[in-house]
């Protein structure tokens, strides 16, 4: 089991449930949009939100963005340890600092030393980019011809070695409050060194695939990764990231956990039969209408919506509610048993009140 942290409010490690996070994509000293991103954020779920800190005028918002976010705040920092310093004084929970690129020795340990008196972590990471894209040319070139024999292993060997060396600092400072991460756009090599970096140390892990693009793409390439890891015990802090809109993170990872059994829904579960020849309805449009339609549900009841009325049930066994959508008229199955049957036209309303009913029995039923 790894060690604990406190990021605010949330646990991190040590046997806590896992962590959602994500990033706002607005500039952060925009407070308004900010903060409208992170609360639509913690509504889907998300547990802890990271800004970006690039100027003064970022760090100069943290203080409003604290004071009305419903989540704790980390700060993402780079280059400039004045902004590490700033956020820690305008009191951010967390923040994300790799030594890597910060290049004053000193400026490290000063960002080290107030992340210590204010008794907040630290989140420390290596990239595959970062190590690949060195900028001290003799290392690199002896990196490059390293990695070039057997790059999936030798990158994970070197990825594990920079946070040996990042870890060394922290360790001079007594500095132990520290989340680890290393992350990579290829899965493969994103499990090989989490998996690497769990046998090594004891530290909460903070796992991701990085660049991993539009949800289109980065959704299998993200989940590949981090289910893989998640169903083998090891991470404690998740973050999905793609190139679009947050919230999309957060509801992905969100689905990710719950279907991993690691965190439990606070809404419907919806399944759908995939369609075929046998189909009499638009499922794609009539699978939105539910969604949309039980979204004020709060409790976590498995629905699902098939495409007709025949084979419908056996293949919505397991399903608490089940709407089976046929031509002008539909049948819903509560727990596998139909209980109405009602037109086109009346089905939706139906749904809800049977899904409203169910989820308002007993627990023990
Ligand atoms: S429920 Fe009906 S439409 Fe959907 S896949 Fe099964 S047989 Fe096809």
């Known amino acids: 089991m790894t060690r604990q942290v406190r990021v ?5 490690g040590g046997g806590a449930p896992v962590v959602l996070q994500s990033m706002t994509s607005t500039p952060t000293h925009d407070i308004d949009a900010t903060l409208m991103q992170i609360h639509r954020l ?4 998300c547990d802890v939100v990271r800004v970006a800190v690039p100027a003064k005028e970022d760090t100069a918002a943290l203080p409003e963005l604290i004071r009305q976010s419903p989540v704790p705040i980390v700060a993402d920092v780079h280059f400039h340890y004045e902004r ?4 820690i004084e305008a009191g951010v929970a967390k923040i994300r600092l790799n030594p890597g ?6 400026q490290v340990n000063e960002a080290i030393r107030a992340c210590k008196q204010a008794g907040i972590p630290i989140r420390v990471g290596v990239n595959e980019g970062s190590i690949v894209e060195r900028q001290d040319k003799a290392v690199r070139h002896s990196e490059k011809q390293e990695l070039a024999r057997d790059y999936h292993g030798n990158l994970i060997q070197l990825m594990v070695r920079k946070l040996e060396e990042y870890l060394r600092i922290f360790e001079e400072n007594g500095f132990e409050d520290v989340v680890l991460a290393a992350k990579s756009p290829d899965p493969t090599i994103v499990i090989d060194v989490y998996r690497e970096i769990s046998r090594r140390f004891d530290f909460p892990l903070h796992l991701g695939v990085t660049h991993a693009g539009p949800p289109e793409t980065g959704r299998v390439r993200s989940v590949a990764a981090l289910a893989t890891l998640l169903a083998e015990g090891i991470g404690d802090t998740i973050r999905i990231s793609y190139a679009a809109d947050p919230i999309h993170e957060v509801e992905d990872g969100q689905e990710l956990l719950c ?3 690691l965190r439990q829904r606070t809404g419907p579960e919806l ?14 449009t009539l699978v939105g209408q539910v969604r949309e339609r039980l979204a004020s549900i709060k409790s976590p009841i498995k629905v699902a919506v098939m495409g007709c009325i025949v084979n419908g049930p056996g293949e919505a066994e397991g399903a608490d509610v089940a709407l089976l959508a046929g031509k002008g008229k539909a049948v819903i199955c509560v727990r596998g048993e139909p209980v109405r049957t009602v037109s086109e036209s009346e089905m939706l309303d139906a749904l809800y009140e049977e899904a409203m009913s169910f989820a308002n029995r007993p627990r023990s039923m």
């Open 101 to 106: 690129n910060i290049k004053e020795r000193q």
């Open 8 to 12: 605010g409010k949330v646990l991190l």
């Open 42 to 45: 913690a509504a889907a779920g």
């Open 271 to 284: 399944i759908a039969c995939p369609t075929c020849g046998r189909v009499e309805v638009d499922l794609l």
């Open 84 to 87: 590490a310093l700033e956020a």
């Open 259 to 261: 279907c991993l059994g």
